[in-house]
């Protein structure tokens, strides 16, 4: 039976995959910030850890009581709406905190075990931001570009120890993480002079008729964790496949 460690379970894309790998058959260990035991079924394969990636001892005390896994994924992240003018630079740090820092920890936190039994996966999980550009999301872009590349050469630098590197990269999510958690750290962020501009994008996004739901990052994941493919990039969604194309 093998064991995967999802970051950002508390809602949406995190939670919705640890649902599906555990109707899988797979022990999941569902980690969150502050941890809610009733979001998920109890089960002796199902475990729910406290888990903040912008802090080292909260990685560290998690990674250990998790003990071995095969697959981590790096999901859990901050999303950002707003005219990067008027964006504190602490909220631009705060964002690459947790989406990008935050992700690279995780990563060197699991790799020694699996390049001692060379064997592991990382699945990372970005945003189609990075396929192409969309305006009022520059900082959160510039967050997830980097994990990109930052994936791409990690991939070749971990091959020799038989280590896979994947991507995962939703589209459009309505009411994930942008709206979820983001929403008193965008206050302030749409200065008049950008109030048409953004009412017009709005817009836009609210007449999408093809977007990503939680199910099809959770899909996307799976594919990335069980097709034993050396594909690296999984976009998720019917947008983001469009986008992909």
Not at 98 to 126: D, E, H
Not at 132 to 152: C, D, N, Q
């Given at each position: 039976?093998k064991t ?7 809602s ?43 802090r080292?001892?909260s ?7 998790a003990?071995?896994?095969d ?9 950002l709406?707003?005219a ?7 909220t ?10 935050g992700?690279m ?11 001692t039994?060379r064997a592991?996966?990382l ?18 872009t ?20 038989n ?15 942008f ?67």
């Amino acid at each position: 039976m093998k064991t995967i460690l999802i970051t950002g379970c508390s809602s949406g894309y995190g939670l919705e995959t640890a649902r599906h790998f555990h109707a899988q058959g797979w022990k999941v260990i569902a980690t969150m910030r502050m941890p809610r035991e009733d979001l998920l079924p109890r089960s002796e394969r199902l475990r729910v850890l406290p888990l903040d990636v912008t802090r080292p001892e909260s990685i560290a005390a998690a990674i250990k009581d998790a003990g071995p896994i095969d697959v981590l994924v790096n999901n859990a992240g901050l999303g950002l709406f707003g005219a990067f003018e008027a964006t504190p630079m602490a909220t631009v740090r705060e964002i690459f905190e947790t989406n990008t820092f935050g992700m690279m920890a995780m990563a060197q936190a699991v790799l020694p075990q699996f390049r001692t039994r060379r064997a592991g996966l990382l699945v990372n999980v970005t945003s189609t931001v990075t396929l192409a550009p969309m305006p009022l999301v520059a900082a959160y872009t510039a967050s997830k570009t980097a994990i990109t590349g930052f994936t791409e050469s990690l991939a070749l630098e971990l091959a020799p120890f038989n280590i896979g590197v994947k991507l995962v990269e939703p589209g459009y999510g309505p009411g994930t993480r942008f709206t979820a958690n983001g929403a008193e750290r965008m206050q302030g962020l749409l200065p008049e002079a950008y109030a048409l501009f953004a009412q017009g994008i709005f817009a836009s996004l609210g007449t999408m008729s093809a977007v990503t739901t939680a199910a099809d990052v959770a899909e996307a994941v799976w594919r990335a964790a069980t097709d034993g493919s050396a594909t690296m990039r999984y976009p998720a969604g019917a947008d983001a496949l469009a986008l992909a194309r």
